[in-house]
């Protein structure tokens, strides 16, 4: 070595780039390094550099040292660094804060991990060829065990109480070393056999060569997981390893105890962000270091590294919960996707209401397509759909005769019904109860939300606005109001009219304990409730056993939304809580109230045509100019203060106007959820039907507005949303 050599270190900082460091022995990428950045301590890891980033030829008398390569592990993988590298330059977020956000928080510390090496001990040959004298009886009893095959610590203990000390000292004489630990025989817990549609599935995807991304569109109870489990024993008879994402509601203990069933020798990692930080972090090495051969999680472990990686599995696709909302905005199932192209596998993603998106890839031709069409219970049916049209119908705190009427039918029945009310999630638009009429924007397709302390209509697209009308503007009905008003008050209502059932509310406050999904099964299962009541979180994938009826309410509320993906977001939940109605011996009943009993999206649900809306919806988007046929992203500001929020992303458009070329920009415009924790949010909508012209943009974006921000003080702050799923 001649003298100091320069590194490039990327910290969890939110600047930009990476930082020059010098070191005197050379540093691999990937290896974490102690640096001193500002007056702190902190960990580093060392990249290549940044192509394009133009290292600045500093002066390498003005460049710190690092303190120390960390010690304990080896470098992180090339793996690793590509996704987050990827991450980084798609999602516009910083190398460093996207590296750290990958890591699981043990590794983001200055400080030396090691992962306890657990593999036994085998002797080298140039252990073997030397025979220790007789007179070391510990010795040459050890050395005879290990003749005879592997030994782990506790085993060699049992030789010799010395074993720990004499192992060590062979390994470092170079006599002993560990042996090459083999993924375990595969064992396989009992399974059903296959329908005619599992198999003709599984045949098609055992059949996948190299990287292809799959759609298994199973209607819901159809055996998807059935399939995952059998391509899963494929890959670990190949000893390769599967990575299967699911959302943050679906990683339930039964699910977990589903793949241990059926994997019983199998090393199965959990990764999930309310795991203990030590376990995470022993789950996320083992999958590193090759020796986990499952890891299901939720969508941060999307980066875990694994270097035997044969397939992943994404189930539920279209959840909300792969987006992450703030940070880092990745969605775990496009990483997913990428990472799977790069590994030139298999990807599957499963769900019995896909994403418009994948629908689109498949269309395309991009994504293959597999269906399960029936129910993998033998004689479970679909359920019969009907729609109560609330128009004509007086409604007693928003609940029809006819949905009461069930409900009782039911509890006379002592079969259990579940109340699904639509209420979280979508802005209020003002439509006409006579006609139909709702808030659509003079200028561009969205629907203009209504804000009623002020009394007027905003575009959150462009930014118009205009006050309530007094009468609709179509029939002259006075009676306009705000969609989906009114399921507030839905739940206890139902207490104070059915006082003998037993309701059990089912939501984020009632769940959000570690084992309170634990509770809600038992009761469920024990035959101790009578009505489910509850909002989304009752259409994610839950097994409640056999329901009778399902009744949703304020489902009106997702028809006509200023988000325009309200409507796919409340067709894809009522079809999920639909399939939740349905016994052997009885089709279940599944009853929706509405003003629109004509409107599309129920037609739809009555007749089970998930097909059909889909790409009614994609034509919608085609014709509006809206994903997935477009591409956006959202530039959000918030500040104590709207005006100031607004008029820093005046300025943020007119100057990136000139650069935007094949880029729409509109707004600024509130934003839905205008205030969030004392602080008024807006935002630009940047939107192109290429995604380059669109990252051509996004590319130029950060230095402008760190230059622009900074004449805001720091009451202002701003950040980029790529491929957004809210507005
Ligand atoms: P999904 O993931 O599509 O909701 P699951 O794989 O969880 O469906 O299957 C639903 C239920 O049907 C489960 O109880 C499962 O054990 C059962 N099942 C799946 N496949 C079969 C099959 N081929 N024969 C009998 N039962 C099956
Ligand atoms: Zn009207
Ligand atoms: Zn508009």
Request: proline residues 7%; charged residues 25%; aromatic residues 6%.
């Amino acid at each position: 070595m001649n003298g100091p050599v320069r590194i490039q270190v990327a910290v969890d900082v939110p600047l930009a780039g990476t930082f020059s460091y010098l070191t005197e022995s050379p540093v691999m990428p990937g290896a974490r390094v102690s640096v001193s950045f500002g007056n702190r301590r902190v960990c580093g890891v060392v990249v290549t550099p940044i192509p394009g980033e133009g290292v600045p030829e500093l002066d390498a008398a003005r460049l710190r040292s690092i303190d120390g390569v960390l010690d304990g592990l080896p470098p992180l993988p090339e793996e690793f660094l590509a996704l987050a590298r990827f991450a980084s330059d798609y999602y516009h977020h910083p190398l460093g804060q996207t590296l750290f956000t990958a890591l699981p928080t043990g590794l983001r510390e200055p400080r030396d991990v090691t992962k306890p090496d657990r593999r036994p001990f085998v002797l080298t040959d140039a252990g073997l060829g030397e025979a220790p004298p007789a007179r070391q009886r510990a010795r040459l009893a050890l050395w005879q065990a290990l003749q005879d095959g592997p030994l782990d610590l506790a085993a060699a203990k049992a030789v010799t109480p010395q074993a720990g000390k004499l192992l060590a000292d062979w390994v470092a004489e170079g006599k002993a070393g560990r042996a090459t630990q083999e993924p375990p025989p595969l064992r396989l817990g009992d399974a059903p056999a296959l329908n005619g549609e599992q198999q003709a599935a599984l045949d098609a995807l055992s059949a996948s060569e190299g990287f292809q991304p799959w759609l298994l569109h199973g209607v819901t109870g159809s055996g998807k997981t059935e399939v995952y489990l059998r391509l899963i024993a494929e890959q670990l008879a190949a000893r390769r390893q599967t990575l299967v994402l699911v959302p943050e509601i679906n990683l339930t203990p039964q699910l977990i105890n589903r793949f241990a069933d059926r994997f019983p020798g199998s090393r199965i990692v959990v990764q999930h962000s309310h795991l203990a930080d030590g376990e995470r972090m022993h789950g996320w090495l083992n999958a590193w270091h090759g020796d986990a051969d499952v890891v299901i999680g939720t969508r941060l472990s999307v980066f875990t590294p694994l270097p035997r990686l044969g397939l992943i599995v994404v189930d539920e696709e279209h959840d909300g919960s792969f987006k992450q909302q703030d940070g880092l905005r990745y969605h775990a199932r496009d990483l997913a996707v990428w990472r799977a192209r790069r590994a030139g596998i298999a990807i599957l993603l499963g769900s019995a209401t896909p994403s418009l998106e994948t629908v689109a890839n498949v269309e395309a031709g991009r994504y293959k397509k597999l269906a399960l069409t029936r129910r993998a219970h033998g004689a479970a049916r679909l359920p019969d759909v009907r729609l109560v049209d609330t128009r004509r119908k007086k409604l007693v705190e928003g609940l029809s005769e006819a949905v009461l009427d069930a409900l009782k039918t039911r509890l006379s029945r002592k079969e259990m019904s579940l109340v699904f009310i639509n209420r979280r999630g979508f802005a209020p638009v003002v439509a006409c109860t006579a006609c139909g009429w709702t808030s659509g924007c003079p200028h561009c397709s969205a629907k203009l939300v209504v804000h009623l302390m002020e009394r007027k209509l905003r575009c959150h697209h462009c930014g118009w606005e205009e006050p309530v009308p007094r009468a609709c503007p179509d029939c002259g009905d006075p009676d306009i109001k705000p969609l989906g008003e009114g399921t507030q008050r839905l739940e206890s209502a139902l207490q104070r009219m059915l006082p003998e059932a037993r309701v059990l509310r089912i939501d984020r406050d009632t769940t959000s304990r570690k084992d309170a999904w634990d509770e809600v099964y038992r009761k469920v299962h024990g035959g101790e409730v009578d009505i489910l009541v509850g909002t989304q979180m009752l259409a994610k994938g839950h097994d409640f056993g056999t329901l009778s009826l399902v009744a949703a309410l304020g489902a009106d509320g997702g028809l006509y939304s200023a988000d325009f993906r309200a409507s796919e977001r409340l067709f894809a939940q009522l079809m999920q809580v639909a399939g939740r109605a349905g016994r052997a011996d009885a089709p279940g009943e599944v009853l929706v109230q509405t003003q629109w009993p004509d409107h599309p999206l129920y037609q739809a649900l009555v007749a089970h045509d998930f097909d059909g809306y889909a790409a009614t919806l994609l034509n919608e988007r085609r014709q509006a100019g809206f994903p997935p046929s477009t591409f956006q992203a959202l530039l959000r500001a918030d500040s104590p203060a709207l005006a100031q929020a607004t008029a820093f992303l005046r300025q943020a458009r007119e100057a990136l106007e000139p650069l935007a070329e094949g880029v729409l920009i509109s707004g600024p415009a509130p934003a839905l959820m205008a205030r969030l924790a004392q602080r008024e949010r807006a935002q630009l909508v940047l939107e192109s039907p290429q995604r380059g012209a669109l990252h051509r943009l996004l590319h130029q974006l950060p230095p402008l507005l760190d230059g622009l921000a900074k004449a805001h003080g720091r009451a202002l702050r701003w950040s980029l949303d790529v491929d957004p799923q809210e507005l």
